[in-house]
């Protein structure tokens, strides 16, 4: 009797826990993939690609979505989920809404850790009730701000991260997103817009591997209305980590002062979205108070845009705006213990963790905007620009496209091991998609620009793509 019931016991352990063998490449053959090709190519079927479009529209929407103080803040485990203190400055969500008059698109920026996929689909299905906006529509993008609203979601994991669940938090943030995507809707009017980038290797290093690629592009977007009226979008790929655990007071970190700078010095609104901040570390200007280090490297980003968008001559009026959404499911969530054992793959949900995601794609005139489900990694970025060169004017690679599922890193480096013998933070214990987490990424995102761009891409990551 004591036997089987330890056999039970141990059996129950295995399954539910681990450890599991680890499992190799592919996923071209998986069914999920299969599928999440055909969701593209169904909107291939959908977009026209008129040449006669009409007149570009845009318009935008802001709200704060700074909580009540006693809030606990987002991204840091060491904080174990304390309340918040006090708030150093309002902290936002922004949306933009374009149109051709055949598609309508909306970005939306916010100063938080992620976009939560409960926060996400609430949105969609609001924003769908009150608009002919569909979860199509919307690309959802987070600044990757650690000192934004925690307390967002259930689960064990977001716990650990994001401080105990509070179901009004969700509620308020919807009601916050919902009303900047509705505004921005309802504010189209007759537009222009020109984009460019800077480069800004100062501010920034890879945070894994010290003497590899960083991804080090500002990139920009400047809108203005008919009468006046300017938008400027911003992207940048440093991690907003210059305050750490210890802060306890709600901010928009660095890209809070960026915003605010081009603000004070145009009048303009201003909207930053996260780019590819895997292995992305900033490197912020040396001063005695970390927030003074926020601003100081908010206003010299700020500063470099401006510079940059004060050359710019070429507005375009005829802009073509095009978007790709939809939900996937990702491959088998691999958490390694070592190179030939894994944790169960049951314990993710018993985590709050589940393996879909949401991946988006909005084309605005030669601007490529991607969205990913996760942190994805500048060095892909970087390798994967001019591999596009010819097919995009301006590809943004953003990161927490309304959903979390850990990091995306190049598969190059899935099985190197650090100098503990071990994967390290991003590559093991955050890598959580196998070993062709790039491939299968990548391999979306092209076929993404493909459908957004009318042409075929000859762009694959390394392997034939069908």
């Known amino acids: 009797m004591a036997t089987a019931l330890v056999a039970v016991l141990v059996g129950t352990v295995v399954t539910i826990v681990g450890p599991w063998p680890t499992y190799k490449s592919g996923f071209e053959d998986k069914s999920y993939y299969r599928k ?3 969701e593209i190519d169904r909107h291939r079927e959908r977009l026209s690609h008129d040449p006669a479009i009409a007149r570009f529209q845009a318009g935008w929407g802001s709200r704060s979505i700074t909580p009540p103080v006693g809030t606990p803040l987002a991204g840091f485990g060491a904080r174990k989920g304390k309340p918040s203190t006090g708030v150093h400055d309002e902290i936002f969500v922004k949306a933009l809404a374009v149109s051709d008059g055949a598609e309508t698109a909306v970005i939306v920026g916010a100063d938080m850790l992620i976009i939560p996929e409960n926060v996400a689909e609430m949105v969609r299905a609001r924003v769908s009730q009150q608009t002919s906006l569909t979860a199509n529509d919307i690309l959802f993008n987070a600044s990757h701000n650690h000192s934004g609203p925690g307390g967002y979601a259930p689960g064990i994991a977001s716990k650990l991260f994001n401080g105990p669940y509070d179901p009004n938090i969700p509620v308020f943030l919807t009601d916050a997103f919902t009303e900047a995507i509705i ?123 401006l510079e940059a968008a004060a050359d710019a001559t070429l507005f375009e009026e005829k802009v073509d705006v095009a978007s790709v959404g939809f939900a996937i499911q990702l491959p088998p969530f691999q958490l390694r213990l070592n190179e030939n054992w894994r944790v169960s793959k049951f314990l993710f949900p018993i985590l709050g963790i589940d393996n879909d995601g949401w991946m988006h794609a909005v084309r605005i005139g030669d601007v490529a905007l991607v969205g990913t489900p996760a942190d994805f990694c500048g060095e892909i970025s970087v390798d994967l620009r001019p591999q596009l060169k010819n097919r995009v004017g301006d590809l943004w690679i953003l990161s927490f496209n309304g959903d979390y599922a850990g990091y995306i890193s190049p598969d190059k480096y899935y099985y190197d091991k650090d100098e503990n013998g071990g994967y390290g933070y991003e590559r093991g214990t955050m890598s959580w998609i196998g070993p062709d987490q790039e491939a299968f990424t990548i391999s979306l995102m092209t076929r993404m620009i493909d459908v957004l761009f009318g042409e075929s891409s000859q762009i694959r990551s390394g392997f034939a793509c069908p």
Not at 184 to 193: D, G, I, N, T, V
Not at 289 to 299: E, I, K, L, S, T
């Open 183 to 305: 505004e921005a809707s309802q504010s189209l009017e007759p537009a222009k817009m020109t984009h460019g980038g800077a480069d800004a290797p100062e501010y920034i290093r890879n945070r894994t591997r010290k003497d590899s690629a960083v991804d080090s592009k500002l990139s920009y977007m400047l809108i203005e209305q008919e009468d006046g009226d300017r938008c400027f979008v911003v992207s940048y790929s440093a991690h907003p980590t210059i305050l750490g655990a210890d802060n306890m007071q709600f901010t928009g970190e660095y890209p809070g002062f960026l915003v605010r700078h081009i603000a004070k010095q145009t009048g303009a609104e201003a909207i930053y979205l996260g780019g590819a901040v895997g292995s992305m570390s900033h490197r912020a200007p040396d001063r005695n108070d970390p927030f003074d280090r926020c601003r100081a490297m908010g206003v010299a980003l700020a500063a470099k845009v």
């Open 36 to 38: 999440a090709l055909a």
